[in-house]
């Protein structure tokens, strides 16, 4: 069975500033790995995934995670944020090779963003 | 065009009630999902539905009922409406195992 922890629940960051935001996750199997974003009252869009390849993966809205195997992490970083990156962020993992695919979540760290 | 679409947005109803929530993804997808986010926003998986096949029931109480028509349809069907049931549902589609792109969600509040 997976599991992912995302070690902050809330990040409290001033515009313009750099933020990580650390997911680890646990599985005795391959895993695929994601990052979503939710901002208020909406569904989940995907910012990033790492399925296989380059361990650097580059998103949407200039966000990248590094994939580290051996610490079983996949965090989420941005060198400079908006005031509109503020969102709940969610890291999840699926079973590489389930056919269900269903993805495991994070509990969420919720990203605030202030001028 | 949207990729996944759930109606309704927002459903109020009474306890005990019966309730159902339609979903529609014009993604071409085999796989389509059930999550649950909760108060706390935790998502939890409830239901994978591949091809119109039932692949993955979360330990769901049985009051919960998917039903997938076809393989672009899963609607969601729920009896005997608890305040517990209270919460955000999200449909979901996915091609093989890359991601899963979402709906908007239906908020249920159950009074």
């Known amino acids: 069975a997976q599991s992912v922890t995302q070690l902050d629940s809330q990040v409290p960051v001033f515009e313009e500033a750099p933020v990580e935001l650390r997911c680890n996750y646990s599985s005795s199997v391959s895993v695929y790995l994601f990052w979503y974003v939710q901002y208020p009252n909406q569904g989940l869009q995907l910012l990033l995934k790492y399925l296989s390849g380059s361990t650097l993966v580059k998103g949407i809205n200039g966000f990248e995670a590094e994939f580290n195997k051996s610490q079983t992490s996949f965090h989420l970083r941005k060198p400079s944020v908006h005031i509109s990156d503020t969102a709940e962020y969610f890291c999840?993992?699926?079973?590489?090779?389930?056919?269900?695919?269903?993805?495991?979540f994070g509990q969420g760290t919720e990203l605030s963003v202030k001028p | 065009d949207t990729a996944v679409s759930q109606t309704p947005k927002y459903l109020v109803t009474q306890m005990g009630n019966d309730k159902s929530i339609k979903c529609e993804q014009n993604l071409g997808h085999d796989t389509m999902y059930w999550y649950k986010q909760d108060s706390k926003k935790f998502l939890k998986i409830m239901f994978s539905?591949?091809?119109?096949?039932?692949?993955i029931n979360e330990t769901v109480p049985n009051r919960f009922s998917p039903k997938s028509p076809d393989k672009a349809h899963l609607n969601l069907h729920i009896n005997s409406l608890e305040l517990g049931d209270s919460a955000v549902y999200f449909c979901a589609s996915q091609r093989e195992n890359t991601e899963a792109f979402f709906g908007q969600g239906t908020r249920l509040t159950v009074v």
């Open positions: 999840a993992v699926s079973e590489r090779y389930n056919q269900g695919g269903k993805l495991i």
């Open positions: 539905y591949n091809n119109k096949e039932l692949i």
